[in-house]
């Protein structure tokens, strides 16, 4: 390990910046401080530059990410600061360092604009993961509330602008994107919702429950197209048979968790549903099955992350003794995004499988 570090450092050595690249940088970052600073006309209640103009310039400069992320690493990795920040919540000592700088970080230094969406798409997951551990300890508070439902508004709008650039790229991987959102919000929503008639905190529940609904429809679908019909369908019923296989294994031990189960097995079902239509339109060649193929890949999806909720919950359950633990409970085990690992997933409820 030592080695590599050596390398490392060898090689962060060798980067060298253009003149260009030198002034701009030093603009950016030195720049409009100093000049803050030496004017006489700044007082208290003068506005300080924001460290996420930083965040945007080094996210379209290579070498500045690299040597970026080499310092900070080198910076807060051993301390295992970022660790301890990943696991904090709203209202703990570290959730600014993770929400100000460890995330707005990841999303700067994605290489792809499908990454970059990737990524946004799962911070918003990440709020209504943490609202759902708040929750069920008893903590989710007004202010607690607005400050997820302000980020979680955030992620999306930053997803909708990264999108217009995926889709340029490639439709089908905005596509996917967009669907897995859909259903990876709408899931939470229907966890929250379950959540709000067994805390005392129903109305916050029920706000973050309505807030992640209308993030679901911000994000409108894209462009059919690129694999075969045959390609896609088999994905979908891969995708079915990896939710029904748990819940042929799954057991319950509360009502919220029965009440999951149960939406899981409903969204099962309207996945199979979906994905015969889809086979008869193929087969008939009097309409187009990609509607229907989607709103089974979004059922299917959803009722994988309900059932990882699940498994989130229950292990939270068996570790609250132990203090926070992990506090991320949303659906990683779908890889549609082969730029980062993990996609989220798509859609919510009879309205919206109708539609």
């Given at each position: 390990m030592t080695m590599n570090f050596n390398n490392a450092k060898k090689d962060i050595r060798r980067l060298?910046?253009?003149?260009?690249?030198?002034?701009?940088?030093?603009?950016?970052?030195?720049?409009?401080?100093?000049?803050?600073?030496?004017?006489?006309?700044?007082?208290?209640?003068?506005?300080?530059?924001?460290?996420?103009?930083?965040?945007?310039?080094?996210?379209?400069?290579r070498l500045a990410s690299s040597i970026v992320a080499a310092v900070l690493i080198m910076a807060l990795a051993g301390g295992g600061v970022t660790y301890a920040a990943e696991g904090s919540l709203p209202g703990d000592p570290l959730y600014s360092l993770k929400t100000q700088v460890v995330e707005p970080l990841k999303v700067a230094l994605a290489p792809t604009a499908a990454a970059k969406a990737a990524v946004q798409a799962d911070l918003a997951q990440t709020r209504l993961a943490e609202a759902e551990t708040l929750a069920v300890n008893g903590r989710l508070d007004t202010p607690k509330q607005q400050q997820i439902s302000a980020l979680l508004r955030s992620y999306t709008a930053?997803?909708?602008?990264?999108?217009?650039?995926?889709?340029?790229?490639?439709?089908?991987?905005?596509?996917?994107?967009?669907?897995?959102?859909?259903?990876?919000?709408?899931?939470?929503?229907?966890?929250?919702?379950?959540?709000?008639?067994?805390?005392?905190?129903?109305?916050?529940?029920?706000?973050?429950?309505?807030?992640?609904?209308?993030?679901?429809k911000t994000?409108?679908?894209?462009?059919?197209?690129?694999?075969?019909?045959?390609?896609?369908?088999?994905?979908?019923?891969?995708?079915?048979?990896?939710?029904?296989?748990?819940?042929?294994?799954v057991a319950t031990s509360s009502s919220?968790?029965?009440?999951?189960?149960?939406?899981?097995?409903?969204?099962?079902?309207?996945?199979?549903?979906?994905?015969?239509?889809?086979?008869?339109?193929?087969?008939?060649?009097?309409?187009?099955?990609?509607?229907?193929?989607?709103?089974?890949?979004?059922?299917?999806?959803?009722?994988n992350i309900l059932l990882n909720v699940v498994s989130?919950?229950?292990?939270?359950?068996?570790?609250?003794?132990?203090?926070?633990?992990?506090?991320?409970?949303?659906?990683?085990?779908?890889?549609h995004d082969n730029d980062r690992g993990n996609e989220h997933n798509s859609n919510h409820g009879d309205n919206s499988r109708d539609n």
């Open positions: 060298t910046m253009t003149a260009h690249e030198k002034q701009a940088m030093l603009t950016q970052i030195v720049g409009e401080q100093t000049a803050a600073v030496s004017s006489n006309a700044r007082t208290l209640n003068t506005p300080v530059v924001s460290p996420f103009s930083f965040f945007r310039y080094i996210s379209n400069h930053d997803l909708s602008q990264t999108l217009v650039q995926v889709r340029h790229q490639s439709p089908e991987r905005a596509e996917a994107i967009s669907a897995n959102f859909d259903a990876s919000m709408n899931a939470h929503a229907d966890v929250l919702q379950t959540l709000a008639g067994t805390t005392t905190a129903t109305t916050t529940v029920t706000v973050l429950s309505a807030d992640a609904q209308a993030a679901a994000i409108t679908p894209g462009r059919h197209g690129g694999a075969s019909f045959k390609a896609k369908r088999n994905a979908v019923q891969t995708l079915i048979q990896a939710a029904s296989s748990t819940l042929r294994a919220v968790e029965n009440d999951l189960i149960q939406q899981a097995q409903t969204a099962v079902e309207h996945a199979s549903r979906s994905l015969q239509q889809a086979d008869q339109q193929d087969s008939g060649g009097t309409s187009s099955p990609d509607d229907s193929l989607r709103q089974s890949r979004i059922s299917a999806d959803e009722a989130q919950l229950r292990s939270h359950g068996d570790s609250h003794d132990h203090g926070h633990g992990n506090q991320d409970n949303q659906n990683h085990g779908n890889n």
